[in-house]
């Protein structure tokens, strides 16, 4: 069994740049027909089931949303989310570009008898227009640090074509904010005395049994969806160690602020699964030892783009 001081150190490790999947196939399929808009229908069993997730978007809409209001949905899926406006009585405009999702939405809203209140429009979310103003746009299209899936240019684009259309002036948005988070750990990719530190992901709490903080959470973005999104992320932060320990991986923590309820005085928030990526080689670290964290990724791109670019050194180990 491999000690956890040789996490990724190992002379194939080491030697070798990170992969996951890049030589799998000659012939990937484009992430745009799994991802983002064309997450299939399978998949949205997941969705549905999450109750965090799904109660969280119930309560914020429940708190934005008024009777009269037109409400649009950018990747509508199943509809779930355009239900919890329509019942709200909002008139609902649910745009989604997966043929086979616009078929069953349609059903499943006809079924709930909400068809008479939501429509159902199959389109490229980023460049629709509606027909009229609106005065709350939903979409989640969330994953963590805005990975892989498209929130980021779906809400700009959209953003473009309506003032485009209707002046200055936006609708209100849920989420209001994401903010996003890294972390230094040392993390066990021990499986039953087998070592493989690959990518994975942890349900959206701190603390986790294989995982050791040895640093607090670091902000690198705070997305405001009403103002311009970033489209590109270039981190280069120093954090300062919080414990002594042995830094094999970075940990992303992503949190969506979906709406603020003034009469409650609380934020409604939904958090993402958390990601962990493995250092191609780690370092011993002491409590109060200052770290420099450099990583690079597009707004929807992929976890390789991101985890190959990660760098964690002590300042006085540079060259």
């Known amino acids: 069994m491999s000690s956890p001081h040789t996490a990724a150190t ?13 030589d799998v196939s000659d012939q990937p399929v484009a992430d745009e027909l799994v ?28 708190v ?26 909002a008139r609902v405009t649910c745009v989604e570009h997966n043929p ?6 349609r059903r499943f809203i006809s079924d709930n008898g909400l068809d008479a209140q939501i429509s159902v429009i199959q389109a490229d979310a980023a460049e629709f227009v509606p027909s009229e103003p609106v005065d709350v746009v939903i979409c989640e299209m969330l994953h963590v640090g805005l990975l ?21 002036a936006l609708p209100l948005f849920i989420p209001e904010v994401s903010m996003l988070m890294a972390q230094a750990t040392e993390h066990s990719f021990d499986f039953s005395g ?43 932060q120093r954090l300062t ?20 309820d003034v009469i409650q ?27 420099d964290v450099v990583f690079r990724y597009a707004a929807g791109g992929s976890v390789e783009e991101l985890w190959q670019s990660i760098e964690i050194v002590k300042p006085s180990d540079r060259g």
């Open 10 to 22: 190992s002379p194939s490790a080491a030697s070798q740049p990170l992969s996951t999947s890049r």
């Open 35 to 62: 991802l983002g808009q064309y997450i299939p229908l399978l998949y949205h069993y997941n969705m549905l089931q999450d109750e965090e997730r799904v109660g969280a978007f119930f309560q914020a809409i429940q």
């Open 64 to 89: 934005v949303v008024q009777p009269g209001m037109h409400v649009v949905e950018l990747g509508g899926g199943t509809g779930i989310l355009s239900s919890f406006a329509a019942r709200r009585g």
């Open 100 to 105: 086979e999702l616009v078929a069953c939405a």
């Open 148 to 168: 892989r899936e498209k929130q980021a240019q779906i809400i700009s684009g959209f953003k473009r074509a309506y003032q485009r259309a209707y002046g200055a």
């Open 194 to 236: 087998y070592w493989a530190p690959v990518p994975m992901f942890q349900a959206p709490l701190m603390e986790q049994p294989r995982t050791k903080e040895l640093s607090l959470l670091m902000p690198y973005a705070s997305i405001d969806y009403r103002h311009e999104i970033p489209l590109d992320f270039d981190v280069r």
């Open 241 to 260: 160690a919080t414990h002594s320990g042995y830094v094999n991986a970075l940990r992303l923590v992503t949190q969506n602020v979906l709406a603020v």
């Open 265 to 291: 005085q609380r934020a409604i928030t939904w958090p993402n699964q958390c990601l962990v990526l493995p250092l191609a080689s780690g370092l011993e670290v002491n409590a109060g030892e200052e770290l």
